[in-house]
């Protein structure tokens, strides 16, 4: 079964500074979905990466798809308290539509001022 | 545009009790996604519904169930319930482009928290 893992799965970092989540998943997937979740929320689409070498901006978040590598990276550049939240990757199950996403464990975000 | 609408907000139920949390779909949207979010469990699918018709179910027992109306809301029940149901409950909908293309994006609601004691 596909599997989706994310690391680190907390981070913890001072503002201002850069850092980057990855997401590494098991089979074959053209569809990469990033959500944010604060605490007791629900979920807030962030991107959507449809294919090969896909990158989206927005803000101080840029995602990016490899899917030859089977991965994705959502880069945080000079972090600011807002950005912290739970980041969840999450994958289709393949070439066929199953309505079915396969999430990540989730990377909590701690920002320090 | 409304979003994804859930209802209730929280539920508080016994154990063995019924438990149904409802779902409204953006307008325009034909596919409705159940998930659970368990604490210590991560994100789990639970259910598509399209059209009308359940498309696929995720590994729960059957005492999960749902339906999907006319107006493209659902129905999610729980039966028999288990203090392990306690959960936050998201629903999701889509545009579901065709059987190859998938969906393009799912827009979750916000959630209905069951808490089962």
């Known amino acids: 079964e596909l599997k989706v893992e994310q690391n680190p799965l907390f981070l913890s970092m001072q503002e201002g500074k850069n850092y980057t989540i990855y997401c590494n998943y098991s089979?074959?997937?053209?569809?990469l979905y990033w959500y944010r979740q604060d605490p007791g929320k629900s979920l807030e689409s962030l991107f959507v990466?449809?294919?090969?070498?896909a990158v989206k901006q927005e803000g101080r978040l840029m995602a990016s798809l490899d899917t030859k590598a089977r991965l994705s990276t959502l880069h945080i550049t000079a972090a600011v308290h807002d950005l912290s939240a739970t980041y969840f990757c999450?994958?289709?199950?393949?070439?066929?539509?199953?309505?079915?996403?396969?999430f990540g464990q989730g990377t909590t975000l701690q920002v320090k001022p | 545009e409304a979003g994804v609408t859930q209802s209730p907000t929280h539920l508080i139920k016994t154990r063995g009790q019924q438990a149904t949390l409802r779902c409204s779909p953006i307008?325009?949207?034909?596919?409705v996604y159940w998930y659970q979010q368990a604490l210590g469990l991560g994100l789990q699918f639970l259910l598509w519904?399209?059209?009308?018709?359940?498309?696929n179910r995720g590994n729960f027992p059957p005492r999960f169930s749902g339906r999907q109306f006319p107006n493209y809301s659902s129905e999610l029940n729980v039966n028999a319930l288990e203090l392990e149901d306690s959960a936050l409950y998201l629903c999701?909908?889509?545009?579901?482009?065709?059987?190859?293309?998938?969906?393009?994006?799912?827009?979750f609601g916000s959630g209905t928290r069951l808490t089962v004691v």
């Open positions: 999701a909908s889509s545009l579901v482009l065709g059987p190859q293309n998938g969906p393009y994006g799912y827009t």
């Open positions: 089979t074959t997937s053209d569809r």
């Open positions: 990466l449809l294919s090969n070498g």
């Open positions: 999450a994958v289709d199950n393949g070439s066929s539509n199953t309505g079915k996403l396969i």
């Open positions: 307008s325009g949207h034909t596919s």
């Open positions: 519904y399209d059209e009308g018709e359940e498309r």
